[in-house]
T-cell receptor, first 117, second 115 residues
Framework: AQKITQTQPGMFVQEKEAVTLDCTYDTSDQSYGLFWYKQPSSGEMIFLIYQGSYDEQNATEGRYSLNFQKARKSANLVISASQLGDSAMYFC??????????????FGTGTQLKVEL | DAGITQSPRYKITETGRQVTLMCHQTWSHSYMFWYRQDLGHGLRLIYYSAAADITDKGEVPDGYVVSRSKTENFPLTLESATRSQTSVYFCASWTGGKPNTGELFFGEGSRLTVL
């Protein structure tokens, strides 16, 4: 069975510093996708970044990068130059291929990030 | 407006009552999902649907019923609400594409309190 583990319930980082949010996963599938979502206090789920299991390069999207280490089954999110607006809950997720070609996501328990002045 | 809309956004009900949470998407995405979010559990999949009239159970389906008579609508019904079903419910749809790619778009969430 698939499992996503986020071991950091809460993290603090100072403004303008970089921060790494940990995510490890477990799957026996060879093909999978790894995703990060942000949930601010307003509650909406915002897609941040995606990494395919066959992608050799780490994904980057602006200040977000995904540190993908396949052998260690980790997919850590790195946020560079943290901003106050980055304070939010962050969820790591993994896709599972469904019969018929669709995907469903399994989520971790989340990491609450607080950016301080 | 394009996207996923959920209604109601907030609902308070009593134990034993039936509650239906509505979800409507404007993209015609084939796959739709219902998740519940609880502290310490992240998001857990309740039910999903691959197309109209095709639904399947997720991790935590007990106490819930879904239907999908039209591609754009995917209502979630709690037939007899219990306090343990107090949660935030998210509807989502999948953009499609190659296997294990694409993106899951979420509605704004429906906060349900069962007294």
């Amino acid at each position: 069975a698939q499992k996503i583990t986020q071991t950091q319930p809460g993290m603090f980082v100072q403004e303008k510093e970089a921060v790494t949010l940990d995510c490890t996963y477990d799957t026996s599938d060879q093909s999978y996708g790894l995703f990060w979502y942000k949930q601010p206090s307003s509650g909406e789920m915002i897609f941040l970044i995606y990494q395919g299991s066959y992608d050799e390069q780490n994904a980057t999207e602006g200040r977000y990068s995904l540190n993908f280490q396949k052998a260690r089954k980790s997919a850590n999110l790195v946020i560079s130059a943290s901003q106050l607006g980055d304070s939010a809950m962050y969820f790591c997720a993994m896709s599972l291929l469904l019969t018929g070609g669709g995907n469903k996501l399994t989520f971790g328990t989340g990491t609450q990030l607080k950016v301080e002045l | 407006d394009a996207g996923i809309t959920q209604s109601p956004r907030y609902k308070i009900t009593e134990t034993g009552r039936q509650v239906t949470l509505m979800c409507h998407q404007t993209w015609s995405h084939s796959y739709m999902f219902w998740y519940r979010q609880d502290l310490g559990h992240g998001l857990r999949l309740i039910y999903y649907s691959a197309a109209a009239d095709i639904t399947d159970k997720g991790e935590v389906p007990d106490g819930y019923v879904v239907s999908r008579s039209k591609t754009e609508n995917f209502p979630l019904t709690l037939e007899s609400a219990t306090r343990s079903q107090t949660s935030v419910y998210f509807c989502a749809s999948w953009t499609g594409g190659k296997p294990n790619t694409g993106e899951l778009f979420f509605g704004e969430g429906s906060r349900l309190t069962v007294l």
